[in-house]
């Protein structure tokens, strides 16, 4: 599948985790919002959608800044490091989807801003990754994972 433009993407009504975290945490976080949601009687009413802002080092490990979204079908009084959001909108965003290994998710990183590079776009978010299928689907048919990347629209 090539590269699409021109793409959108909206929810209403999200719970919000953004945290620097180590790489073994990020899974932990995942399955802690999902307890939390789960306890809470919420019902999600979308994909796990998920941001990379930014990757450190401290003392020798990888530390990565990532935003975690979910939209549910009503608002909550959240917990610390928890925020709630009344919409998520992303427009004039590139868009491929991957079904390949997350391991070679990279590569459709590489695809996109390759796509950027050649068309002189200005990249103005970081890759969201929308989770389309459950990790329990994700097992027997691979996982799918749309990736959106905001584009100024603006031509100078």
């Known amino acids: 599948m090539s ?3 021109e793409k959108s993407l909206t929810f209403n009504k999200l719970v919000s985790l953004r945290k620097k975290m180590e790489q073994k945490e990020i899974q932990q976080e995942v399955y802690k919002m ?3 949601l789960d306890a809470q009687g919420v019902r999600k009413l979308g994909p796990l959608i998920s941001a990379t802002f930014g990757i450190e ?4 490990k990888q530390i990565f800044d990532m935003e975690f979204l979910v939209a549910v079908d009503r608002e909550l ?3 610390e490091d ?4 009344q919409e998520f909108r992303l427009v004039n965003a590139i868009f491929k989807r991957h079904t390949d290994s997350p391991e070679m998710l990279e590569s459709t990183y590489n695809e996109l801003n390759t796509y950027i590079q050649q068309n002189d776009l200005l990249q103005i978010t970081a890759p969201y990754n929308v989770n389309v299928n459950d990790v329990e689907e994700s097992s027997s048919q691979g ?6 990347i905001g ?4 031509r100078l």
């Open 57 to 60: 080092t401290q003392q020798n």
């Open 34 to 36: 999902s307890q939390y």
């Open 151 to 154: 584009i100024s629209p603006n």
């Open 3 to 5: 590269v699409e433009i």
């Open 82 to 85: 928890y925020t709630f959001k």
């Open 143 to 148: 996982p799918v994972i749309d990736v959106y």
């Open 77 to 79: 009084d959240l917990p």
